[in-house]
Structure formats: C-alpha cells, structure tokens
C-alpha cells in the first residue's frame, strides 16, 4: 500500500519551457502533499506543501509564481515550472502524507528535470 | 533553531551490522522517521518512533530515546544493496518535518 506515483520521469526541454510534474497517490488519499527539490548530494529542500482544496504554503524562498502548485482532489497534486530556465534544473519529488498528520510521507519516484 | 545531527559517511562490510545515530533538537516531537534513498531515487519509508524503545522489521532495527534526543538505525546482515543514503526526520509540533542531511553508508565486499 501508499503508492505514488510521479510523471515524468524525465523532462529535458529548452529555456522559457513550462514543465508540469504531476504526483498522484494511487492507494490512498492523500489530504497533504509535498514538493521537494534536491541537487546532487545535497539534503532534500522543501518547497512547499498543498492541502487538498486550498492554496500552497510555500517555504521562504520560493518563488510561488515561478513554482505554481494545484492540489485539485485528494489524490493529485501538480507543480507547474513557469519559464523554466538552466537554474532550475534539478531533481523535483513529490510525496503524500495520509489522513492524520502523524503519518509517514511516501513518496513518488521524482523527476529529473534538465532545461538547455 | 531546530536541528538534525548525522554522520555525514560511514564504510561497513558485508554481512556486518551497521548503527546510524541521529540527535536532534526540534520544537516538540511527534515522532522520528527513518527513510533510505539510493542514489538518483526518491527515499523510501523504512520507520517510525514515536515512543521509546525498539522497533525491529526485518534485518532493520530502528531505537529512540526522547529524553536523550537521540535515535538510532541498525542494519544486520549487511548487503550490498543497502548501500544508500539513510535520512533521519523529526516531526515537530506542527507535524513539519526536519530533515537530517543524510548519512552516506559505503558497504565493501
């Protein structure tokens, strides 16, 4: 159980690109989801968390029109890369945390996103 | 501040057993999370404290002390496919979790 599943995989496109990632618990509703970013052989970094049917929280730093989140149903959440430049390119992964807060976060497989 | 404290790499052999320690100092607690990432992948769950003692699932063993702030992972058996990164997360009092920086574990032949 607590399957997520995250699309694409992999993304290379060219600078000005929007790149959509999408994060779907497959088993579970998922009432919280988190994306997070991660450079190689760097900590995992937080961007923001999206509660089902309200706006995003984002984390100092982060850029909410750049990074847009929309966590339409208890079981999708998407991250949007608005005019994605070179600098963006990194290791984006989305996880899912269950109803109740105490529970583990599960997380999808990432995606590697690459901008020429 | 909130902190997270774990070796940053640690060599094993196979077959051996492995501690990872994490200590950490975080606004409340509501529990400690183990997670293993290989390199290039998302992290997987492995486990959760959240009261004191020994919680054992297989050849891993995770054990937390809340007075001492303290947890560690114990791997048995080593393989070498468990050669990953083991992140160490404390829940805070607002269920937000405090990621550790990961401790790299090596396992030779």
């Known amino acids: 159980g607590a399957v997520v599943s995250q699309h694409p995989s992999w993304v290379i496109c060219k600078s000005g690109t929007s790149v959509k990632i999408e994060c779907r618990s497959l088993d579970f509703q998922a009432t919280t989801m988190f994306w997070y970013r991660q450079f190689p052989k760097q900590s995992l970094m937080l961007m923001a968390t999206?509660?089902?049917?309200?706006?995003?929280?984002?984390e100092q730093g982060v850029e909410k029109d750049k990074f847009l989140i929309n966590h339409a149903s208890l079981t999708l959440s998407t991250l949007t890369v608005t005019s994605a430049h070179p600098e963006d390119s990194s290791f984006y992964i989305c996880?899912?945390?269950?109803?109740?807060?105490?529970?583990?976060?599960?997380f999808g497989d990432g995606t590697r996103l690459s901008i020429l | 501040g909130q902190n997270i404290d774990q070796p940053t790499e640690m060599t094993a052999t196979e077959g051996a057993i492995v501690q990872i320690n994490c200590t950490y100092q975080t606004s409340g607690f509501n529990g400690l999370f183990w997670y293993q990432q290989h390199a290039g992948e998302a992290p997987t769950f492995l486990s959760y404290?959240?009261l004191d003692g020994l919680e054992e699932k297989g050849r891993f063993s995770s054990f937390l002390s809340r007075s001492k702030g303290y947890s560690y992972l114990l791997l048995k058996e080593l393989q070498m496919k468990d050669s990953a990164s083991y992140l160490c997360a404390v829940m805070d009092s607002n269920y937000q979790l405090i990621w550790g920086a990961g401790t790299k574990l090596i396992i030779k032949p």
């Open positions: 996880s899912a945390r269950g109803t109740g807060e105490a529970q583990p976060q599960h």
């Open positions: 404290n959240v």
């Open positions: 999206s509660n089902e049917g309200s706006k995003a929280t984002y």
